[in-house]
């Protein structure tokens, strides 16, 4: 019964929305999706992309700094230099920090502004396609479909607009960058620390496809329990052992992206730490023949430890990428549909 009234409760919210809503201010704006994700994203925020690249490109060049500072620091410590010299570096260091971290608060807060842009733009065309078109749809399956894109499907498309150039442009930008200084430091370090990176060239695109497989399968999994349940409240369709089913596939996927995701992060985490392993024997092997300074050694791990985030963020970027484009195929031939039997009801009604 509680469950009952929930779905009553928010089913008269939606209906009342519809019939208070001011119509949004891109009423007379076409409603149609473009064809792919990135084509909505340079026709609504193509300007924006344009800034936020400039703030991503000066955040990855300021990322190398700190590792040189790191090393000049470490050596006139061990070489016993004036410790006022310490002290100024150390004072860059920070300055350089503090400009790194305040370039990046802007860039995510800007970035955020440009998605929750967009996630206004996708609620506004699917409320005035839905409330406010010729012939008001009262279809359960229809008000079905609105409720999950409105509320859900919607919300990662328009997160992903604000960083859909500018993250891979900074994840890339920091890996190339910080992989140059360690090729800079020692050629044969940066080798090896890239042999222990190619697996993960192998291991990661498999388990992505995984994960981005059960995640597209997931969201028709969950538009079709909506349909369900908003069927059922309108008393046209009976839920029951079909919605149990649903739930149960959806527990059953997300498990299994767990389980994917969660291995995938261990492995490159193994990755990781023998890289760090390898730079400890062969830079201390340099340390103890001369070859090699000691504040190298402790800049090269720096700069392995660098080299895992951006990597992890852009495997993460891509899965987003891809699932967010199946997600965006979803919303727009939803609101094709909807578009096409409003103008069918429309020509109904004038005939």
């Not at 010299?85 to 305040?102: N, R, W």
């Not at 008393?235 to 995938?264: P, Q, W, Y």
Request: aromatic share 8%; with cysteine; proline share 4%.
């Amino acid at each position: 019964m509680t469950g009952s009234r929930a779905e009553d409760a928010a089913i008269s919210a939606s209906s009342q929305l519809s019939e208070s809503s001011p119509s949004p201010p891109n009423a007379g704006v076409e409603i149609a999706l473009p064809s792919s994700v990135f084509r909505y994203i340079v026709a609504t925020s193509g300007f924006h992309q344009a800034m936020l690249v400039l703030l991503t490109v000066a955040v990855f060049l300021i990322e190398i700094v700190p590792l040189e500072l790191q090393r000049r620091i470490v050596n006139d410590l061990v070489k016993h230099r004036s410790y006022s010299f310490v002290l100024v570096l150390c004072a860059v260091y920070a300055g350089v920090v503090l400009v790194h971290g305040a370039t990046k608060l802007v860039l995510n807060v800007y970035r955020g502004w440009v998605g929750e842009r967009a996630i206004r733009d996708l609620r506004m065309r699917i409320r005035h396609l839905v409330g406010h078109g010729p012939d008001p749809v009262i279809d359960p399956e229809a008000q079905g479909i609105e409720v999950a894109m409105i509320v859900a499907e919607v919300e990662p498309i328009g997160g992903f607009v604000g960083s859909s150039i500018s993250e891979p442009l900074l994840q890339g930008g920091v890996l190339l960058s910080v992989l140059a200084y360690m090729i800079h430091l020692d050629p044969w370090m940066a080798l090896i620390a890239v042999a222990i990176f190619v697996p993960q060239l192998v291991f990661v695109p498999l388990m992505q496809k995984a994960i981005i497989d059960r995640t597209g399968a997931r969201v028709k999994v969950l538009r079709g329990l909506s349909i369900s349940i908003v069927g059922a409240a309108y008393d046209e369709v009976k839920s029951g052992r079909a919605d149990d089913a649903r739930i149960e596939r959806v527990f059953e996927l997300d498990m299994g992206i767990f389980r994917i995701k969660f291995t995938m992060n261990f492995l490159m985490n193994f990755c990781n730490h023998l890289q760090v392993i390898a730079a400890l024997l062969l830079g201390g092997w340099y340390v103890l023949n001369q070859e090699l300074e000691i504040g190298g050694v402790v800049a090269f791990i720096s700069g392995v430890g660098r080299l895992n985030d951006p990597w992890g963020d852009l495997v993460t970027y891509f899965r987003d990428l891809t699932v967010t484009d199946v997600k965006f195929r979803l919303v727009a031939g939803a609101i094709d549909r909807l578009a096409r039997d409003g103008a069918s009801g429309e020509t109904a009604e004038v005939s």
